[in-house]
T-cell receptor, first 113, second 112 residues
């Protein structure tokens, strides 16, 4: 089954404790993104990757890091989480930059206390 | 800059027709997509318009007018399960980069 998976689905952590949210897709897609979703603000892009070893900042990259060492994986790293990073996070992928159909993972609900 | 505007909330009754509008401002426009997201779920792709006109997929239709930078999603024969948030998204593809830019979403409530 074609899918994007994320782990963990739920995470409660404390300020300053480094964490990684994993993302993997099995569709051989070139393009992957991370979004955060907050009430009233819609989906805001954090980082994206056009292919292996090619990443760039989205609209809200501060406080986040990413890497793309393999085509299928695109982890999101919070080196020192803060309460304002409490949010719902989605990983997404699409075939290539010019593709209009994007596939989303199930989401990770993160709470930073 | 780039922006998409859509109403924040819409309410309709079961069996009715509802239209969710989206206006956009962007450069390098390549098409308008629509996504559906139920509470607690992930956005899922509904439709895409690259050219002007109406695209129909079952009870859902999507329309685009590139000259007006405007599109809409039309939902017919509304069902309770259509209660969800709907996002328009523009494929902004220019230069060496392509990006999907999302509106803030329209929360549709379907009443019995």
């Amino acid at each position: 089954e074609a899918q994007v998976t994320q782990n963990p689905r739920y995470l409660i952590t404390v300020t300053g404790k480094k964490l990684t949210v994993t993302c993997s897709q099995n569709m051989n897609h070139e393009y992957m993104s991370w979004y955060r979703q907050d009430p009233g603000l819609g989906l805001r892009q954090i980082y994206y990757s056009m292919n292996v070893e090619v990443t760039d900042k989205g609209d809200v990259p501060e406080g986040y890091k990413v890497s793309r060492k393999e085509k299928r994986n695109f982890p999101l790293i919070l080196e020192s989480p803060s309460p304002n990073q409490t949010s719902l996070y989605f990983c997404a992928s699409r075939d290539r930059e010019s593709s209009y159909e994007q596939y989303f993972g199930p989401g990770t609900r993160l709470t930073v206390t | 800059g780039q922006s998409l505007e859509q109403p924040s909330e819409v309410t309709a009754v079961e069996g009715a027709i509802v239209q969710i509008n989206c206006t956009y401002q962007t450069s390098g426009f390549y098409g308008l997509s629509w996504y559906q997201q139920h509470d607690g779920g992930a956005p899922t792709f509904l439709s895409y318009n690259a050219l002007d006109g109406l695209e129909e997929t079952g009870r859902f239709s999507s329309f685009l007018s590139r000259s007006d930078s405007y599109g809409y999603l039309l939902l017919q024969e509304l069902q309770m399960k259509d209660s969800a948030s709907y996002f328009c998204a523009v494929l902004n593809y220019g230069g060496s980069q392509g990006n999907l830019i999302f509106g803030k979403g329209t929360k549709l409530s379907v009443k019995p």
